[in-house]
């Protein structure tokens, strides 16, 4: 072909060269490509929480630094709605095609087939592809051919094929288009906060490829031994902390399954299996909001949509400030704030605090984390919500409320992972570290504490509470048999 027509490569969640098929197809055309990155905040298209555009920001610099000094390419960054940036490189370029891999919420894919069909009607071919899951929603159907509601059957069917295809290779050193083409400066979408600059407790976070991989190595080489037990312990890093990657897809999900799969020699296949099994939580969340797509904000069970969840500002301030008195629970929301991550224990906590001790609304929540979660992910975010919540497909019943006291007392017994979060309860006795109102006025002098000032007196009691989510929960005829939890 004598100066042939080039390909958009357009990256999306996505952002890595290995085994992203959108790449590997364009690269095998022989054609030129351009590698494209379209920060589209059309309206219809939920904007970015301010967590999520920070790991944005930093792995947009390691994949522009990837593609340029592992396979000789530059990445284009344009602002705008996706079908007018690829109209306007496609007028200046001459492109022939554009290929992009799958996304698989309603709003996206509603996008995606208005830049597919106006595109394809002007003789530019379009292509997608699967870099995102081990199965794509429509591929698992139950034998009525009906979408799976309930996880086990779900992962029975949809594990039997989950390893079947393996990951792809990087591609070579491909032909580039880039020379001329404008790019926008990546520093003036200002996705790195400014005035005030958060981001401090970030800094063991390493966006990109390059640290997805080894991110994933260290999991290998250590965590995912034990990780059957260990994974319920907050104080240490007993999983992987893969979710901020796999979101933003610096490593896909046919890696880890192979990777884990092919590198851990330890153990009799528990702790694989256990792991595996997280990961087919994230194919199932995928799965139910694809065919479901108003569980992204409404409930999954209609007959919660008149349930009177209360209004009360200062209660979900208080949560989201880490404030609420009960020290699990303030622990988890001040991991969140500091670090853009909380260990799913105690997101199960928090969020079970929320909906049921204080009866508020799961979408103010799911808000809060979409906000402050570098992992924010709207199919995991929804249905763990509305999992907690009680609203959501499997959900979990009505009746499961957790005592913040006993389940801090069970999954961080000498209260490391409180202590670390709450400095100011460090001088309590490991007895008190979970309820500190129960201690003697001596106890919290020579602990240096004082309650109400220090640290908060509980906002809620927590038996009060839990007998009045029961009779509101009730009083709306909730009942379902107990099913598996996803930490169960
Ligand atoms: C209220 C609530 C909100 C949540 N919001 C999100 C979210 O926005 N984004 C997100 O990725 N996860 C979310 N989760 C699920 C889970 O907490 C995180 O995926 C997990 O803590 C990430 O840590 P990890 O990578 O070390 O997990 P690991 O234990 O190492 O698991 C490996 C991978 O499996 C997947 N996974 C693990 N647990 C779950 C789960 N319960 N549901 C779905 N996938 C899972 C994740 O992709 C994770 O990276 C939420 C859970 C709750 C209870």
């Given at each position: 072909m004598k100066n042939p027509a080039p390909l958009i490569v357009w990256f999306r969640n996505d952002l890595r060269l290995a085994d992203n098929p959108a790449l590997t197809h364009a690269a095998d055309s022989g054609r030129p490509l351009i590698a494209l990155y379209i920060l589209d905040e059309s309206a219809g298209l939920r904007p970015l929480g301010a967590a999520s555009r920070w790991w944005l920001d930093k792995s947009l610099t390691s994949l522009a630094q990837d593609l340029r000094d592992q396979i000789g390419g530059q990445l284009i960054l344009r602002r705008g709605a996706a079908l007018n940036v690829l109209s306007d490189l496609i007028g200046e370029t001459g492109a022939i095609a554009v290929y992009w891999n799958r996304l698989y919420d309603a709003a996206t894919i509603d996008r995606d087939w208005a830049v597919q069909s106006a595109l394809t009607a002007g003789g530019v071919e379009c292509r997608s592809f699967n870099?995102?899951?081990?199965?794509?929603?429509?591929?698992v159907i139950t034998g009525g051919g009906c979408d799976f509601r309930v996880f086990t059957p779900y992962w029975r069917a949809a594990s039997a094929t989950a390893g079947t295809a393996r990951p792809l290779r990087r591609p070579a050193t491909s032909l580039w288009r880039w020379h001329e083409i404008h790019s926008e400066a990546l520093?003036?979408?200002?996705?790195h906060p400014q005035r005030p600059d958060w981001s401090g407790g970030f800094v063991d976070w390493r966006p990109g490829e390059a640290g997805a991989q080894r991110r994933l190595d260290e999991f290998i080489s250590g965590a995912v031994s034990g990780y059957a037990a260990q994974r319920e312990v907050p104080s240490i890093a007993g999983t992987s902390r893969l979710s901020p990657h796999l979101h933003f897809g610096e490593v896909g999900p046919r890696q880890i399954y192979w990777a884990v799969a092919m590198g851990s020699t330890t153990g009799d296949g528990t702790d694989v299996e256990s792991f595996q099994k997280e990961i087919g939580w994230r194919e199932f969340n995928h799965h139910v909001l694809f065919h479901h797509p108003k569980i992204a904000a409404n409930n999954f069970r209609t007959d919660f949509d008149n349930f009177a969840w209360r209004d009360d500002p200062p209660a979900l301030e208080a949560w989201k400030r880490g404030r609420t008195g009960y020290p699990i629970v303030d622990a988890g929301m001040r991991e969140l704030w500091s670090t853009g991550w909380m260990h799913n224990r105690v997101r199960m906590i928090v969020a079970s605090f929320l909906t049921k001790h204080l009866l508020i609304d799961w979408r103010r929540g799911e808000e809060w984390f979409w906000d402050t979660?570098?992992?924010?992910?709207l199919a995991n975010n929804v249905a763990n919500w509305q999992w907690v919540a009680g609203t959501g497909a499997d959900a979990a019943p009505y009746f499961r409320i957790f005592n913040p006291v006993t389940q801090g007392v069970k999954y961080d017994p000498r209260g490391v992972y409180v202590r670390r979060w709450l400095p100011e309860l460090c001088g309590l006795p490991d007895g008190f570290?979970?309820?500190?109102?129960?201690?003697?006025a001596a106890t919290l002098r020579t602990a240096g504490l004082t309650l109400g000032d220090d640290y908060p007196t509980p906002i809620v009691d927590h038996a009060l509470a839990r007998a009045r989510a029961l009779n509101a929960f009730r009083a709306l005829g909730a009942s379902r048999a107990p099913v598996r939890s996803p930490a169960a």
């Open positions: 870099a995102g899951l081990l199965n794509e929603p429509w591929q520093s003036s979408w200002r996705l979660l570098v992992d924010a992910d570290v979970h309820q500190p109102w129960e201690a003697e």
